[in-house]
Nanobody, 115 residues
Framework: QVQLVESGGGLVQPGGSLRLSCAAS????????MGWYRQAPGKQRELVAA???????NYADSVKGRFAISGDNAKNTVYLQMNSLKPEDTAVYYC?????????WGQGTQVTVSS
């Protein structure tokens, strides 16, 4: 069973940046479109960015122009570069396949944007 391990979260001031990483235990980036999701307290999990096998990307309107998703097939790792962070970006961030998630959710990584 493929495992997904997210890391890179933390506490950052508004306007700051963070880079999240998602390491997969198998070569799934060559097979599936991968996505970064987030879940804020009391809210449903939402997809914020996705990257296809071919490297095409797509973003939720709320993060467009501020976040950038990328992937390294050799390392089986997906990244999320987050710039110009806002308090409303505070959430636990997860990665999984796009659409219906195919793998168990990891523990996620907490991102807190606060002054």
């Amino acid at each position: 069973q493929v495992q997904l391990v997210e890391s890179g979260g933390g506490l950052v001031q508004p306007g700051g940046s963070l880079r999240l990483s998602c390491a997969a235990s198998g070569s799934i980036l060559r097979i599936y479109t991968m996505g970064w999701y987030r879940q804020a307290p009391g809210k449903q999990r939402e997809l914020v960015a996705a990257i296809t096998r071919g490297g095409s990307t797509n973003y939720a309107d709320s993060v467009k122009g501020r976040f950038a998703i990328s992937g390294d097939n050799a390392k089986n790792t997906v990244y999320l570069q987050m710039n110009s962070l806002k308090p409303e970006d505070t959430a636990v961030y997860y990665c999984n396949t796009d659409g219906i998630p195919k793998y168990p959710w990891g523990q996620g990584t907490q991102v807190t944007v606060s002054s």
